[in-house]
């Protein structure tokens, strides 16, 4: 799901705690702000794995990684999950895996916080949108 926010680099937490961080204070830091679809933040990255903090107002667009596996985990909200040819009503502590290669979306029904956990670590050139024509090469 961590999907659209603007640019492949997400914003940083101001103070990085690693390898502890409060959720509750990065929601504080970094709220969802009027007019804003979407917003991303990078709360840890290793050699194998990163954990990003996304939080939804409206919807994430159909989309795949080729190369990642996401592990996502609601907060709070809730919405609807589509994964593959399924579709899924999820909600606060649902805990979702989307294997490499595999379309995935999410409408949101109300704004929605997610820990979205990447393995290996997020790359935005990763992330190939499938509503929309590839782009040439």
């Not at 926010?5 to 990085?16: D, I, T, V, Y």
């Not at 990078?42 to 939804?56: A, H, K, P």
């Amino acid at each position: 799901l961590a999907v659209s926010a603007a640019g492949s680099r997400p914003q940083q937490p101001a103070e990085q705690s690693w390898p502890v961080v409060r959720i509750d204070e990065i929601l504080k830091a970094h709220p969802l702000k009027e007019g804003e679809a979407q917003t991303l933040v990078e709360l840890m990255r290793g050699q194998g794995v990163s954990v990003n903090l996304v939080q939804v107002r409206s919807r994430v667009r159909p989309h795949v990684h080729k190369s990642h596996e996401e592990t996502v985990y609601l907060i709070d909200g809730g919405g609807i999950l589509i994964l593959g040819d399924r579709t899924y009503t999820v909600k606060a502590g649902a805990l979702i895996m989307i294997p490499k290669g595999v379309v995935h979306s999410f409408e949101a029904k109300q704004p929605t916080s997610v820990l979205s956990i990447f393995n290996p670590p997020f790359d935005g050139a990763d992330r190939i949108f499938t509503d929309e024509p590839a782009p040439a090469r």
